[in-house]
């Protein structure tokens, strides 16, 4: 695996920060700040997940050829993921640790998507180097929001 350009790798690993800063406010911050802190450590990844979505509709759109049908599937998958973890927020339910935990495994489960993009040379050489640590770290920190709630 080749290192990503340094740009988007500063970048990408500053995108840990907002989910680390909410856990540690869950974790260590005064108790006014929990459900705050709570509602963050959800939002964030769902978006996340969904910006992942769109990175992968990306990737599929730039190819001359017709690409793997297989992608636009899993392009619109994450959307429809983060968006059926709001529904028990919406409506009273069994919020936040099972939206929590779906959010997390679902981020850990898009290494495969990336690594078959990789695999079948529709990602950049570097994607790998740069998707693996940003995924697991997300989507490890998020088990851990849904461990503290």
């Given at each position: 695996?080749?290192?990503?350009?340094?740009?988007?790798?500063?970048?990408?690993?500053?995108?840990?920060?907002?989910?680390?800063?909410?856990?540690?406010?869950?974790?260590?911050?005064?108790?006014?700040?929990?459900?705050?802190?709570?509602?963050?450590?959800?939002?964030?990844?769902?978006?996340?997940?969904?910006?992942?979505?769109?990175?992968?509709?990306?990737?599929?759109?730039?190819?001359?050829?017709?690409p793997p049908a297989w992608i636009w599937l899993a392009a619109i998958a994450p959307s429809l993921i983060a968006l059926a973890t709001a529904v028990p927020w919406a409506i009273g339910a069994g919020w936040p640790v099972p939206s929590l935990l779906l959010l997390g495994l679902s981020l850990l489960a898009s290494l495969l998507v990336d690594h078959r993009l990789t695999a079948q040379g529709l990602a950049p050489a570097w994607w790998m180097s740069l998707r693996t640590p940003l995924s697991a770290g997300l989507g490890l920190l998020t088990l851990v929001a849904a461990a503290i709630a």
């Open positions: 695996m080749s290192r990503p350009p340094a740009l988007p790798g500063t970048l990408g690993y500053a995108g840990l920060l907002p989910q680390a800063a909410a856990v540690a406010a869950m974790a260590f911050g005064p108790a006014a700040w929990h459900f705050s802190a709570l509602s963050l450590a959800y939002a964030y990844p769902a978006l996340i997940l969904s910006f992942l979505g769109g990175l992968w509709w990306g990737l599929a759109a730039r190819q001359t050829s017709a």
